[in-house]
């Protein structure tokens, strides 16, 4: 019944690593986001595809690669991790079309040490 | 650029009191406004909405209407509850060429004592 699922929840990791987070949203929506929020709750965009292609794609280091294998799918591939790069990440998926609104997974809370 | 600034907080209230979060925003045409509520340990969740001026967004008690005339959208309910306490944030959603995309205030932290 999930609309909008992460994995992993908790992602514990050292400097230097590579990882991933994958997105999966069950609504049918044409778009999906990933977001940062920080250890002040601030929330920012970092990127936004529509029917896989990318179509925003903020001030975000090329250490982060988002891949969009279908509609449905919004994975977030980070190579070489960094401290700063701890925070929540989260997915969210909406239909343009429709109202535009937008609907966010549970995140993914990543810990670089 | 667009822009939302909310009242700073952590803000704590007792339970049935009355509570307000402003919000004002900077954008250019029409913006949609939203408020969106986290809890604690999960993701966003929409609270209520408001797509053009003097339309009033409610759900669960909450209420908050899009006045274009003073660039606000502040939140208000009239009896908090324990359940409330969360991360509130006002967010605005603008029509780009490179596609749409919400723009949000840092956060209000909310916690109602019983």
């Known amino acids: 019944d999930t609309a909008v699922s992460q994995t992993p929840k908790y992602l514990v990791t050292q400097m230097g690593n590579d990882k991933s987070i994958k997105c999966e949203q069950n609504?049918?929506?044409?778009?999906m986001y990933w977001y940062k929020q920080d250890s002040k709750k601030f929330l920012k965009i970092m990127f936004s595809?529509?029917?896989?292609?990318?179509?925003i794609n903020e001030t975000v280091p090329n250490r982060f690669s988002p891949k969009s294998p279908d509609k449905a799918h919004l994975n977030l591939h980070i190579n070489s991790l960094e401290l700063g790069d701890s925070a929540v990440y989260f997915c969210?998926?909406?239909?343009?079309?429709?109202?535009?609104?937008?609907?966010f997974g549970p995140g993914t809370r990543l810990t670089v040490t | 650029g667009n822009s939302v600034t909310q009242m700073e907080g952590p803000v704590t209230l007792s339970e049935e009191a009355f509570l307000t979060i402003n919000c004002t925003y900077t954008?250019?045409?029409?913006?949609?406004l939203f408020w969106y509520v986290q809890y604690p340990g999960e993701g966003l969740q929409l609270l209520l909405k408001?797509?053009?001026?003097?339309d009033k967004g409610s759900n669960k008690g909450f209420e908050a209407t899009y006045r274009k005339e003073t660039t606000s959208f502040h939140l208000e309910k009239g009896s908090v509850q324990v359940s409330d306490s969360a991360v509130y944030f006002c967010?605005?959603?603008?029509?780009?060429?490179?596609?749409?995309?919400?723009?949000f205030g840092e956060g209000t932290q909310l916690t109602v004592n019983p």
């Open positions: 609504l049918g929506h044409d778009t």
């Open positions: 967010a605005l959603l603008s029509q780009e060429t490179s596609g749409s995309r919400l723009t």
């Open positions: 595809y529509n029917n896989k292609e990318l179509i």
């Open positions: 408001a797509t053009k001026a003097d």
């Open positions: 969210a998926s909406s239909q343009v079309l429709a109202s535009y609104e937008q609907y």
């Open positions: 954008a250019t045409g029409y913006p949609s």
